[in-house]
């Protein structure tokens, strides 16, 4: 069997709020809730769900700018969070990030050249060849030109922004990028160059992309896999082919039903759901997290949370309903 490029695995991330009052426990936010995940060398996963759903939790955690409150993340068969600094640092040469916005993530104060030869010099890296070679010869990977190593970030586009930050992030020849929104602040035409330039490096380095995203066209176009999180975890997960022509889960039909068409597909009668429309209590906890927006949730749903079961080859679902959803969907 091949060995896991990265793997977590029951990973739980709690935040502790500031009190509101002196003599109250401080409120916790649950970020991510026991997920699990694996991936394969050459094969990219793609994770979706709306905001505040835990992906960015999530791609924090797998970079170890953050650790789990519970679970471990393991790429290549090492547990980051138990790393001393020393190792973790040596262990950043396989996986780095290509940030959100690419006007933020770049130090208007240095050069393309400094800013694509950042991380040799973090991970004392630059021995043994002309880290300006190094530099050029990434640079013009990505589409750029030799004479862009002397410039600055304001005088590229959004587009070029974000192949040089994309350039910084294969300078170290990493087995694994984490792709946080990375084509989310661009221009859509600017986009698909940018995605088609991924995954073209994708090839020609051997990089392997966790891609985080809330547009599932984004999503369709680059991964092999795609894991739908909710409230911090994973609802639904198999191929783009399986999961997005017939979705099983109402909250990944949800999504697929908000995303923009020339010609609307009819909208499917709902029914009146038998539950409240919020739950509250103790009973709050074993409840499927979806039941209070869900048109087909039944007293079932109240009473015992569904876990992530397969429903067939390569696709997983977490519903008490799956099955009956899964027949019921009209594909994509």
């Not at 103790?282 to 079932?300: F, G, N, T």
Request: proline share 8%; hydrophobic share 40%.
């Amino acid at each position: 069997m091949t060995t896991p490029l990265l793997q977590l695995q029951e990973v739980t991330r709690t935040y502790v709020l500031p009190r509101e009052r002196l003599w109250r426990a401080p409120a916790q936010v649950h970020a991510l809730r026991g997920v699990s995940l694996q991936m394969s060398p050459g094969r990219n996963l793609g994770v979706v769900g709306e905001s505040g759903s835990g992906k960015s939790t999530l791609a924090r955690l797998v970079m170890a700018l953050e650790s789990p409150t519970s679970g471990s993340v393991q790429l290549l068969c090492q547990s980051l969070n138990a790393l001393d600094p020393a190792a973790l640092r040596r262990a950043r040469r396989d996986f780095q990030m290509v940030f959100q916005d690419p006007y933020g993530s770049l130090d208007p104060r240095q050069t393309v050249e400094t800013i694509v030869s950042e991380p040799l010099l973090a991970l004392n890296l630059e021995a043994g060849r002309d880290q300006r070679a190094m530099a050029r010869d990434v640079l013009l990977s990505v589409g750029l030109r030799e004479t862009d190593l002397g410039k600055y970030p304001h005088e590229f586009s959004g587009g070029q922004r974000q192949r040089v930050a994309i350039a910084r992030a294969l300078m170290t020849r990493p087995k694994l990028i984490v792709a946080d929104e990375p084509v989310s602040a661009l221009d859509v035409s600017v986009q698909a160059q940018v995605l088609n330039l991924m995954q073209d490096l994708s090839q020609e380095f051997g990089v392997t992309y966790l891609f985080i995203s809330h547009d599932l066209a984004v999503i369709d176009h680059l991964c092999d896999e795609v894991a739908v999180i909710y409230q911090g975890r994973i609802v639904e997960q198999g191929s783009p082919a399986s999961l997005f022509r017939q979705a099983a889960h109402p909250y990944t039909q949800a999504l697929l039903a908000a995303v923009p068409r020339l010609t609307p597909a009819p909208r499917p009668a709902r029914r009146a759901s038998p539950v409240p429309t919020r739950l509250k209590g103790p009973s709050a906890a074993d409840a499927c997290p979806y039941a209070s927006r869900c048109a087909h949730a039944q007293a079932l749903c109240l009473e015992r949370r569904p876990e992530l079961a397969p429903l067939d080859a390569g696709h997983q679902v977490a519903c008490h309903l799956a099955v009956d959803l899964a027949a019921a969907a009209v594909p994509q």
